[in-house]
T-cell receptor
Framework: DTEVTQTPKHLVMGMTNKKSLKCEQHMGHRAMYWYKQKAKKPPELMFVYSYEKLSINESVPSRFSPECPNSSLLNLHLHALQPEDSALYLC?????????????FGSGTQLSVL | QKEVEQDPGPLSVPEGAIVSLNCTYSNSAFQYFMWYRQYSRKGPELLMYTYSSGNKEDGRFTAQVDKSSKYISLFIRDSQPSDSATYLCAMTSFLIQGAQKLVFGQGTRLTINP
């Protein structure tokens, strides 16, 4: 099973709303990631949690707030977003296999900010 | 100059053709090389993973890495309409506290015509 589950699949929110994106994996992966992907562009890294600690923050605006409650769950809290934040938000996780480390993505949350 | 260059296409070929997708990179520290397939409005799906120069085959897919030329390729044999998707190359050079940071190419949009 190489499944990363994201909810909701679609989200429409106003600029004054607060919402959360959720991500779950049960593969025993110890690194979890948030990526943002605009149309016809590659994914851009936002945050990385490793062993439930924030290890990478790619200078993301504070209106995006990540949280890792446990090794299986990853949340992204959204507040006061702008229309340009509309994008596909992807969660991913990875594990180690010797020198290898493979990244597995969820299906994403398509976010529209009005 | 981008660290990873990938022709965005679009690339359109007839069913049954051999498809060749390519990426070049400039950072000689990259050690791990991946190909992802992404259908519209879905998350990227890991197709191939390799960390050494040479060829790796999986069914109709062959990944090729030439570290001396800083060039990677993905070949698809007997292409099918279901192979129509965007193909992203990705590579990484280091791990931070157990997590990796991927660098993606721009993605090549491929259409297989029946």
């Amino acid at each position: 099973d190489t499944e990363v589950t994201q909810t909701p699949k679609h989200l429409v929110m106003g600029m004054t709303n607060k919402k959360s994106l959720k991500c779950e994996q049960h593969m025993g992966h110890r690194a979890m990631y948030w990526y943002k992907q605009k149309a016809k562009k590659p994914p851009e890294l936002m945050f990385v949690y490793s062993y439930e600690k924030l290890s990478i923050n790619e200078s993301v605006p504070s209106r995006f707030s990540p949280e890792c409650p446990n090794s299986s769950l990853l949340n992204l809290h959204l507040h006061a977003l702008q229309p340009e934040d509309s994008a596909l938000y992807l969660c991913a996780s990875s594990f180690r296999q010797g020198p290898n480390e493979k990244l597995f993505f969820g299906s994403g949350t398509q976010l529209s900010v009005l | 100059q981008k660290e990873v260059e990938q022709d965005p296409g679009p690339l359109s070929v007839p069913e049954g053709a051999i498809v060749s997708l390519n990426c070049t990179y400039s950072n000689s520290a990259f050690q791990y090389f991946m190909w992802y397939r992404q259908y519209s409005r879905k998350g990227p799906e890991l197709l191939m993973y390799t960390y050494s120069s040479g060829n790796k085959e999986d069914g109709r897919f062959t990944a090729q890495v030439d570290k001396s030329s800083k060039y990677i390729s993905l070949f698809i044999r007997d292409s099918q309409p279901s192979d129509s998707a965007t193909y992203l190359c990705a590579m990484t050079s280091f791990l931070i506290q157990g997590a990796q940071k991927l660098v993606f190419g721009q993605g090549t949009r491929l259409t297989i015509n029946p």
